[in-house]
């Protein structure tokens, strides 16, 4: 005969599930989840390349809009049959979206050159900024993100609220302007534009700079003057696009830290005496995180963008620098195998965060 306590519910109440094992219940699969992501990079691209074709050929035939006025009315009908552009826009669409698959984005107009092989040339000083901005942005954004949410609503948290607004609000070009007329022409501390000084080229391309990324090939140089050089040409470029993304990572840290540490499982834990700062480090801070990686990889089509702008005002000559130049020289085969080839970056980098976010996270699953 069995006894039962008296005042004990005859049966026990199941014991909370693990996200991991909600996950499991639910049907989620990492594999499956990612397999979808990556399919999608697919359409997305697709429906890019589609509609930059369309636009660029909106405004005509690309060897009239780049060459018009220059040659002759016969070398240009000349040419533009031989470029095929004198076929049905269809054919051209077509050409040209199996020309994409194998590899190929066009030749440039004005000097004749492939799109791939300007992005070879240029790419690395577009990534060596954007490393640069990233890395800025990551050290102004996240550390004042935590300290505006643990200082919530007092004086501190105001000043870097409004902070954040002015540097997300601010153009890049004019904060790029801005920084050049303090750091450069006031003070003297740091040169106006490009991205090494000519000695410092010089000794680069001696020692057979092969990377493209200046401070790579600064430091294979052995020569401490070199990386300094490089180091202080990259300083007012970073900043000016860094800090307008550090901005948008203040307010987006603030936000979730603050939602994060309201949440039932960090009260339960304040109530157990945990101080505050532990409760940011260790209940409030990895939860949180999530949106942010997510929103670190929308960031990476920002710092393209504002990478044109930046390189334009700085003559950091990179991708967007090269872009403004065909942009004026009216070359859209230039311009548009650059567009595609950047957003195929763009979508493989959000690919990428969204595989770190379901890693951190085990809840993000289909």
Do not use: C
């Amino acid at each position: 005969m069995t006894s039962t306590t008296i005042g004990a519910p005859t049966d026990a109440a199941p014991a909370p599930a693990s996200p991991a094992a909600k996950s499991k219940r639910s049907g989620g699969h990492l594999g499956s989840y990612l397999l979808v992501r990556f399919l999608l990079i697919f359409p997305t691209i697709f429906i890019l390349v589609t509609t930059v074709f369309v636009l660029m050929r909106a405004t005509g035939d690309p060897i009239t809009a780049s060459l018009g006025g220059r040659l002759t009315r016969e070398q240009l009908d000349e040419r533009i049959a031989e470029a095929g552009y004198d076929r049905p826009i269809l054919v051209q669409y077509l050409e040209y979206l199996g020309n994409i698959f194998r590899g190929d984005f066009g030749t440039t107009i004005s000097d004749n050159r492939p799109v791939t092989e300007v992005v070879m040339t240029y790419g690395a000083a577009t990534l060596e900024l954007a490393f640069y901005a990233l890395l800025v942005a990551l050290l102004v954004g996240i550390p004042l993100g935590r300290i505006a949410a643990a200082r919530r609503d007092k004086g501190v948290d105001a000043s870097l609220r409004i902070s954040g607004i002015l540097a997300y609000a601010t153009p890049v070009f004019f904060a790029g302007i801005l920084l050049k007329l303090i750091f450069s022409v006031w003070l003297g501390w740091l040169p106006v534009a490009g991205r090494a000084s000519t000695d410092a080229q010089i000794e680069l391309q001696r020692n057979g700079a092969e990377t493209g990324i200046f401070l790579i090939d600064a430091i294979s140089t052995g020569d401490p003057a070199v990386v300094l050089d490089v180091l202080e040409h990259a300083i007012l470029p970073a900043l000016a696009l860094g800090l307008l993304t550090g901005g948008i990572f203040l307010r987006l840290v603030r936000t979730n830290v603050i939602g994060t540490l309201s949440t039932g499982y960090v009260e339960a834990a304040r109530s157990r005496g945990v101080n505050e700062r532990r409760l940011l480090r260790q209940h409030a801070w990895r939860p949180a995180l999530v949106p942010i990686i997510t929103v670190i990889g929308l960031q990476v089509a920002l710092l393209l963008s504002g990478a044109v702008l930046t390189e334009k005002t700085f003559e950091w000559k990179g991708l967007g620098f090269q872009l403004v130049q065909y942009l004026l020289a009216r070359d859209f085969v230039a311009v548009q195998g650059l567009v595609v080839l950047l957003a195929v970056v763009v979508a493989l980098t959000n690919f990428v965060v969204d595989v770190i976010a379901a890693l951190v996270d085990p809840r993000i699953r289909y």
